[in-house]
């Protein structure tokens, strides 16, 4: 069973402090993704990587970066936490072989107070 | 990356067939079809893709017309463990696709 695993399921920062989300997943996929997740907004994607050290933007980067040393680990990075990104955030990773599913994390409620 | 416009919302009853249809008008040769199912609190989980025609699984079928700018997703007898976000994808398979989700639309089944 593929797992993909997020570090956290709840997190509360305060406003400016630098907060890492991780992301780990089992299946040696080379895709990773980082998505938010607002009521009214479905899924937004932050960031793409498609093999180590590779990255690219979503459609809402802003505020946002990511690290991925490792194929198996993806990192979304929050410079300066601010109350708008309070959110659900998602991390799924997919391979580039076959039908290309996508497997998601449980999610990290984060909130920024 | 191809648009996706499916309906917002969609309401049913326990026992009916739904269809919830997606509109995908500037696909490209390369695309697939893609659709996932999203119960709250949970990441979205993969329900069935295709490229033409029909694909059937075990939990739905799709529906794919010859000119591929729309595709049905259909539930046959669906039940309140049904009621979730549906969100329909179109995109090439492999690397660089960067699956794009939009806003899915929201299926309620009552009894």
């Known amino acids: 069973d593929v797992k993909v695993t997020q570090s956290s399921r709840y997190l509360v920062k305060r406003t400016g402090e630098k907060v890492f989300l991780e992301c780990v997943q089992d299946m040696d996929h080379e895709n990773m993704f980082w998505y938010r997740q607002d009521p009214g907004l479905g899924l937004r994607l932050i960031y793409f990587s498609y093999d180590v050290k590779m990255k690219e933007k979503g459609d809402i980067p802003e505020g946002y970066s990511v690290s991925r040393e490792k194929k198996e680990r993806f990192s979304l990075i929050l410079e300066s936490a601010s109350t708008n990104q309070t959110s659900m955030y998602l991390c799924?990773?997919?391979?580039?072989?076959?039908?290309?599913?996508?497997?998601f994390g449980q999610g990290t409620r984060l909130t920024v107070v | 990356l191809a648009k996706t416009t499916q309906p917002i919302s969609m309401d049913s009853y326990e026992g009916q067939e739904v269809n919830i249809t997606c509109s995908h008008n500037n696909i490209a040769t390369n695309d697939y079809i893609t659709w996932y199912q999203q119960f709250p609190s949970q990441g979205p989980r993969f329900i069935i893709q295709?490229?033409?025609t029909k694909v059937t699984n075990e939990v739905a079928s799709l529906f794919i017309p010859a000119d591929r700018k729309s595709s049905t997703l259909s539930l046959p007898r669906v039940s309140l463990s049904d009621t979730a976000v549906y969100y329909c994808?179109?995109?090439?398979?492999?690397?660089?696709?960067?699956?794009?989700f939009g806003t899915g639309t929201q299926l309620k089944v009552e009894l």
């Open positions: 799924a990773s997919s391979s580039i072989v076959g039908i290309a599913e996508a497997f």
């Open positions: 994808l179109v995109g090439d398979q492999g690397g660089g696709n960067k699956l794009t």
């Open positions: 295709g490229y033409k």
